[in-house]
């Protein structure tokens, strides 16, 4: 009878605690079901944006929930903005697509489960959030199949590895609601630095493609004035559109009573950027909300100090130096492996070359292709064999040429030309389907104030009017560059 009583308890205890285990319910669908091909496909997206650095502490970000294939690229946008900080906690915050829940649900128990592992919920801050307010529950069937919150837990995952979630779900459109869950945020944020908000949505839906930018823009005017009533007012008149507009009215309204002003919106895009076909698209939006000073919204000290010591930058002048030797010579690329983590980072770079004292050829990659050192090797060769502008080096001309590497910072989109500075800024321009970049260092060379900078970029290298970059919709993209090189002409 013992026996019995013991296996029967064993058998209860065990099916108890799986059940604290929540499933992936889109794995498969919305996004690979395989570990590889989802790790592989998070990582390109990250490797791919490049949202500008964020100087202040953050509090929160506004990211898309669509199928990856459609909003995965702007998504990506708002944690490749935060990665690298000391995330311990993410609390994300969707609503219910699929079940009717007059209130709020937060998900207070156990752990949920993807293709990546599992995530663990941060109980403490939970059951500190639920108590608060009869508003608040517990009700785990509210998340089933919720794309708005699922969604965001394999990129949390992936950047912050090991952060714990507090999922988060409104069942009603109530002004209200929002205030209540913007109280209970500000009392469990007030004395952690350490934690991350995701107010997660889409923009507007089906409409034509001209159409939904004009409603996006909209959203994106009110969003920037950072005041809760008014999205909530305009979101209620249909002037903007947004499918996640509690998450985001409650963001707004804890921000506020937390101190935290601004707001950057970093990537837009809708799904017929992505497929082409633009007669009903669906917006996405990445932007972060977070306040100047330093630090990272306690989450690490912004980065001052110069990317690279005396070492590195020999390190990678010999990296680019053996890449042409051998390649040029020998007609073999050599691959280097590094131990130093800073060498390893994803960084643009570009390689120029100097023979006599002119220009031999110059290659670089604004976002990065892995490896910094990887990047720099991948970049010396494309410099001395195929910069169009020259023809490929000979084998001669190897021990003449003078290498020269530069290491950008990310991009970072500025609202107007009135915003770059020269000299000091790199620039990249963008209109419709040509772009163009610059170097800070081409200024200085030439002697440029902005406006002959500019209007080169423009002319010279983009394929646009000399004046483009006076026009509003001109993209403009700011970047700064470590620069350093061999000190004289090798023999």
Sequence with gaps: MKIILFITTLIFTTSAFAAEVKNADLAGSWYPAGRTELAAMLENYLNTANPGKID?????IISPHAGYQFSGPVAAYGYKALQGRDIKTVIIIGFSHRKFFDGISV??????????GD?????????????????????????????????????????????????????????????????ALANVLKDRKDVLIIASSDLSHYHPYEEANAIDKNFVSVLSGMKAKDLYASAASGKCEL?????????????EKLGYDKI?????????????????????????????GPGSGGQG?????AMLNDSQ???????????????????????????????????????????????????????????????????????????????????????????????????????????????????????GFRSGVFLPQVATENSWDREQFM?????????????????????????????????????
Excluded at 107 to 116: C, V
Excluded at 123 to 143: H, Q, T, W, Y
Excluded at 243 to 255: F, I, R, S, Y
Excluded at 459 to 487: C, M, N, R
């Design 56 to 60: 202040g502490q953050v509090l929160a």
């Design 107 to 116: 998900y207070a128990k156990g752990s949920w489960h993807t293709p990546l």
């Design 119 to 183: 995530v663990a919920i941060d109980e403490k801050i939970a059951n500190r959030m639920i108590s608060g307010n009869n508003r608040i529950k517990f009700d785990p069937g509210l998340f089933n199949e919720e794309n708005s919150v699922e969604m965001q837990v394999p990129f949390i995952q992936t950047v912050f590895k090991d952060a714990r979630i507090v999922p988060v779900a409104f069942g009603t459109q109530d002004y209200n609601d929002a205030v209540i869950l913007a109280d």
């Design 243 to 255: 499918c996640g507009l509690m998450p985001v009215t409650a963001t707004l309204l804890a921000a």
């Design 264 to 292: 950057k919106v970093l990537k837009y895009a809708n799904s017929g950027d992505v497929t082409g076909d633009k007669s009903k698209v669906v917006g996405y939006l990445s932007a972060v909300v977070y306040k100047e």
């Design 301 to 305: 000290p912004v980065e001052k100090k």
């Design 313 to 431: 930058r020999k390190r990678l002048l010999q990296i680019a130096r053996e890449s042409i030797t051998s390649y040029v010579r020998d007609g073999k690329r050599k691959d280097f492996t590094e131990s130093d983590p800073v060498l390893n980072k994803n960084l643009g770079a570009f390689v120029t070359l100097h023979e006599n004292g002119e220009l031999r050829g110059c290659i670089g990659n604004m976002a990065g292709q892995g490896p910094l050192c990887r990047t720099i090797a991948g970049m010396a060769i494309e410099s001395a064999t195929g910069d169009p502008r020259f023809p490929p080096l000979s084998p001669e001309e190897v021990d003449r040429v003078v290498i020269e590497i530069s290491v950008l910072t990310p991009l970072e989109k500025v609202a107007s030309y009135k915003d770059i500075k020269i000299p000091g800024h790199g620039v990249l321009v963008r209109s």
């Design 455 to 491: 209007t080169y970029l423009c002319a010279h290298k983009a394929g646009l009017a000399p004046d483009a970059w006076k026009d509003p919709k001109t993209e403009l993209y700011v970047f700064s560059a470590e620069i350093f090189g061999e000190k004289k002409e090798t023999k």
